[in-house]
């Protein structure tokens, strides 16, 4: 990317978590934000080490006046920073901090945004991430670069390359070893079509992803997240 990217650390042990912020984002959103204190008792108790960064959704999905083409090879970029920097750098630091054994052992989570990022992550790179807590995102890359369509969108679009994956690719094996956990409320601001339209793909490919809708009363907005957070950390952190 030429440029720094800072990260923000909470924890010494246990499983590392990738905290992918909302819209925009940034690597202290983690705190500034409280979601820290719904993780609080699993980080001082060792069960897992968080891991916030930055976005640079304002250059790529949030561009919305510039050429697609640019802005998802931008994000691709992005994409490649996690996989080919990042995810080395955090197991060398959980290695060093606590010999750390579980491989891949990497959970993503995020909120909206964020969420959209966790998944395709999960998703795109099972051999790298084995959990995934996706709250309240939008799967479908048409959301946000419109009717432009090429490889680059393709791959970066969970209910495009989902919904053509085969019954028998070798990915199904690995989600079906790992955990992810896909929630979305059907309350203002919440956009749930894009979660039952994957639902529906795994499914239909034998994926057991837990999908879980929430109420008319739950809106698009942190108070909920925390309570989901909380509600789903113990079947994605407990053993």
Known sequence: LNRNMPIKVYGQQGRPVLFI???DGKHVDFENFHMIDIFAPWIEEGKC??????TIDEETWSDRG?????RIRHHE????????ELVPFIREYVNEKNNWTGYPGIMTFGCSMGATHALNLYLRFP???DRCMALSGIYNASYFMGDYMDDEVYKNSPT????????????????????AVVCVGQGDWEEPWSTRYLD???????????????????????PWWYKQAEYFLPYLLGE
């Open 21 to 23: 912020p909302c819209q």
């Open 49 to 54: 080490i968080v891991f916030s960064i930055d």
């Open 66 to 70: 510039n050429d697609p083409y640019y």
């Open 77 to 84: 970029e992005w994409i490649n920073f996690i996989t080919r």
């Open 127 to 129: 051999d790298l991430f």
């Open 160 to 179: 495009d390359y989902m919904s053509n994956m085969a019954k028998d690719h070798p990915f199904i094996e690995r989600y079906n070893n790992n955990k």
């Open 200 to 222: 529906e793909m795994f499914h239909q490919l034998g994926i057991n992803i837990w999908v879980d809708y929430w109420g008319y009363d739950v809106n698009h907005d942190w």
